[in-house]
């Protein structure tokens, strides 16, 4: 595709539940990042992943926090047990080398 | 202390007017400098890079690097209200595999 594809865009997920975020990266690509923002605030890392191994995982927050990249193009990051803390944007961004280009993310709401 | 800085705003300016946005930033191995505009509800969009020290047009917009101050810019140029977004500045070391973002710049420009 010509951009990162990220899905769903909004998710509203119930404390307690397991929700799976997808990222189709650009094409090519070999690097690919995961983010949270929240409101008012800048992307704050989460894990990179280099093809399919995961090089860099120290930003996520939890160990409820769980991201794959099996095939080296294809990313999912997994939230287990969900808290209202949780509740932000989700921004997948992939990298053929010096700039990173980013999807639209994923807006998760835990209620 | 944050790696990197940035005013927060909002910042309100009148059409056709001059903006400067500014970050600081403490980590002296950053090569690569970008700058995002960030939309509502939309995922960064890159605007323009840079790397290492010095000036880079493009159109309304220009990027200055000073690394000796640890200091960037993004000027932009007979402001439009359709630039009326967050900015978010970014820098990498290394190279394509660790994107640090500041916090964000919320510019208003009112017609």
């Known amino acids: 595709g010509a951009g990162v594809s990220q899905s769903p865009r909004y998710k509203v997920a119930k404390r307690g539940q397991d929700v799976a975020l997808r990222c189709d990266p650009i094409s090519g690509h070999v690097s690919l990042f995961w983010y949270q923002q929240a409101l008012g605030q800048g992307p704050e890392f989460l894990t990179y992943?280099?093809?399919?191994?995961?090089?860099?995982k120290s930003g996520l927050p939890s160990d409820r926090f769980f991201a794959e990249r099996p095939e080296g193009s294809v990313s999912t990051l997994k939230i287990q047990r969900t808290q209202q803390e949780d509740s932000a944007v989700y921004l997948c961004a992939s990298s053929s080398d010096r700039v990173a280009f980013f999807g639209q993310g994923t807006r998760l709401t835990v209620v | 202390q944050k790696e990197v800085e940035q005013d927060p705003g909002p910042l309100s300016v009148p059409e056709g007017a001059i903006v400067s946005l500014n970050c600081t930033y403490s980590n002296s191995a950053f090569q690569y400098f970008m700058w995002y505009r960030q939309y509502s509800r939309k995922g960064p969009e890159l605007l323009m890079y840079?790397?290492?020290?010095g000036n880079k047009e493009d159109g309304r917009f220009t990027a200055q690097v000073d690394k000796s101050s640890k200091y960037i810019s993004l000027f932009i140029r007979d402001s439009q209200p359709s630039d009326s977004a967050t900015y978010l500045c970014a820098m990498s070391y290394p190279p394509g595999q660790n994107f640090v973002f500041g916090p964000g710049t919320r510019l208003s420009v009112l017609p």
């Open positions: 992943f280099q093809n399919e191994a995961q090089l860099d």
């Open positions: 840079t790397y290492s020290s």
